[in-house]
C-alpha cells in the first residue's frame, strides 16, 4: 500500500501511473478522504484537550461550578463518542480505497497492457534445433511414463497430475540442486506452511475473494491454501521490528503451491503449465530501502545461474505497466524456450522476480529501526527459484532425443542418480 501522503502530494503521478497499469482505483477519494481525516483527527484532539481542562478544573471546583463543569464533560463526551465514530467510517473508507491503488511502477518499466507488451532485455543460449520432429512434453511425459494427466484428473479434477518413476526423482533433483545454489548464496532453508490466514494474503497482496480470485479458500477457516510461498516468508515477520543491523534477511522457500487457473484454457495452458498443484522453490528477501534495487539484481542473477546451470536456453524480459501485479515496483521474467509450444515452439515463463519496495510492509507492518533510532518500513522483494513443473517442461522438451528418451542436464545427473530417462 502506498503512503496516503504521498498520495495526496503526489496524486497526478499516482493517476497516471494507474492508468498504465490498466486497473481500477480512486486516486482523487484517497486524497480527498486523508484530508477529511486529518481534519476529524485535528477536531478529536481539540475536544480530548477541552476534555482533559474540563476535568482538571473540577478538582478546586465548587459545588456550583462542579455541576456546570459536569454537565460540560457529559456534553464533550458525547460529542468525543461521535468524533470517533465518524473517524472510523473514514479510516475505513480510506483504507479500502487506498488498498486499491497499486505501487508505483519503476520509470523504465515498459508501458503496456499485456505479456506481449514485454520488453526483452537479454537472451542466454539459442533455441533448441532438431533434425526430427519434436514431441511436447505432455506426449513425452506419457510416453516415458513419468507424468500420469488422466489419473490426476480421475481422482482430483482437470489440471491434477501424478509424478512417477524418474518423474519423481526429477522434482526432488531440480529442488535439491536449486537449494544448493541457495545455500552458498546465503539463504536459509525453509519449508512453510501450505496454508496462510486472509490477513496475510491480503498483506501481501493477493485477492482471496471474488470470481477473479486466484486462491482457494478454506471455507469457515478464513484462511487459503497458498498460491506461493512469497505469502508465507512474507508473513513471518508481519508485526515486526527488525533490527537494521539484520539485514538484508534471505530466506529460500520450499511449498506446495495451490491457484485455480480460472479462465486459463488454450494450447498454452497444457499440460504442466498451468496446474492447480505444483512444488516451488521461492527466494523472499528483506532490506533497507536503499540495497532493494542491488537485491533485486542479485535475485535475478541467481534465477539466470540456476537456468544456465541446467543448460536450458532463456531469455530475461523486463515486465510492463500491466502485468506487473499490484504489489510490484519492477518485476524481471525469464522465459525459457520451449520446443513443443504451438507449432513451432516458443517461450515460456518459468521464473519472476518482483521489487515490491515497502508497499508490502506496509500492509503488514514490517519495519526496521534505523541508526536514527526511527521505526522504517523494509522493502521486500521475491524471486522463484525452481517452479518444478516448468523446469520439468523445459528439460523434457529441450533434452529430447530421437528415439524418444530425454537425456538429463549434466547439472542434475548427481541429484538424480541416472542420465536419461528411456521410453517403457
Not at 470470481?211 to 510461498?229: D, I, K, Q, R
Not at 505497466?321 to 515452439?345: I, S
Amino acid at each position: 500500500m502506498l503512503d496516503y501522503r504521498f498520495i495526496a502530494e503526489n496524486l497526478t503521478a499516482v493517476m497516471a501511473n494507474i492508468a498504465d497499469r490498466f486497473v481500477e482505483a480512486d486516486a482523487q477519494a484517497v486524497a480527498s478522504l486523508y484530508s477529511k481525516r486529518n481534519e476529524l483527527v485535528t477536531s478529536l484532539q481539540l475536544l480530548q484537550q477541552k476534555r482533559n481542562v474540563n476535568a482538571a478544573a473540577m478538582k478546586g471546583a465548587d459545588a456550583a461550578g462542579r455541576e456546570t463543569l459536569v454537565e460540560e464533560g457529559k456534553k464533550l463526551k458525547d460529542e468525543i463518542t461521535a468524533a470517533e465514530a465518524e473517524l472510523a467510517v473514514v479510516e475505513k473508507d480510506l483504507l479500502a480505497q487506498a488498498k486499491k491503488i497499486p505501487n508505483m511502477a519503476h520509470p523504465e518499466a515498459p508501458v503496456g497492457r499485456e505479456d506481449k507488451d514485454n520488453l526483452e532485455v537479454k537472451r542466454v543460449g539459442q533455441p533448441t534445433k532438431f533434425n526430427f520432429e519434436p514431441a511436447d512434453h505432455v506426449k513425452l511425459g506419457q510416453d516415458l511414463d513419468i507424468v500420469d494427466f488422466d489419473a490426476g484428473t480421475k481422482v482430483s479434477g482437470t489440471k491434477f497430475y501424478y509424478l512417477k518413476n524418474e518423474g519423481v526423482y526429477l522434482e526432488l533433483g531440480l529442488v535439491r540442486y536449486a537449494l544448493d545454489i541457495l545455500q552458498k548464496k546465503g539463504f536459509t532453508p525453509f519449508i512453510t506452511p501450505d496454508i496462510a490466514r486472509e490477513e496475510i494474503l491480503e498483506g501481501i497482496g493477493f485477492n482471496p475473494r471474488g470470481p477473479e480470485s486466484n486462491v482457494y479458500m478454506l471455507e469457515g477457516e478464513g484462511s487459503c491454501l497458498v498460491g506461493t510461498a512469497e505469502i508465507t516468508l512474507g508473513g513471518y515477520y508481519a508485526g515486526t521490528i527488525l533490527a537494521k543491523e539484520q539485514l538484508p534477511l534471505r530466506m529460500a522457500g520450499l511449498s506446495h503451491c495451490f491457484r485455480r487457473e480460472a479462465g486459463s484454457a488454450g494450447q498454452f495452458s497444457k499440460g504442466l503449465y498451468r496446474v492447480h498443484q505444483f512444488t516451488k522453490l521461492e527466494m523472499f528477501a528483506y532490506c533497507v530501502p536503499e540495497e532493494s534495487d542491488r537485491l533485486h539484481e542479485e535475485l535475478r542473477l541467481i534465477e539466470e545461474e540456476i537456468f544456465a546451470g541446467l543448460d536450458i536456453p532463456f531469455r530475461v524480459v523486463d515486465t510492463c505497466t500491466g502485468d506487473l501485479g499490484a504489489p510490484a515496483y519492477r518485476k524481471w521474467d525469464l522465459e525459457a524456450w520451449m520446443p513443443g509450444r504451438g507449432n513451432t515452439g516458443d517461450w515460456g515463463e518459468i521464473t519472476s522476480t518482483s521489487n515490491c519496495t515497502d508497499y508490502q510492509a506496509r500492509r503488514l507492518n514490517i519495519r526496521f529501526k534505523d541508526t536514527d533510532g526511527k521505526n522504517k518500513f523494509v522493502h521486500m522483494l521475491n524471486g522463484t527459484a525452481i517452479a518444478v513443473s516448468r523446469a520439468i517442461i523445459a528439460i523434457l522438451e529441450n533434452f529430447q532425443q530421437a528415439d524418444g528418451s530425454v537425456r538429463l542436464p549434466k547439472a542434475l545427473v548427481p541429484y538424480c542418480g541416472f542420465d536419461v530417462i528411456k521410453k517403457k
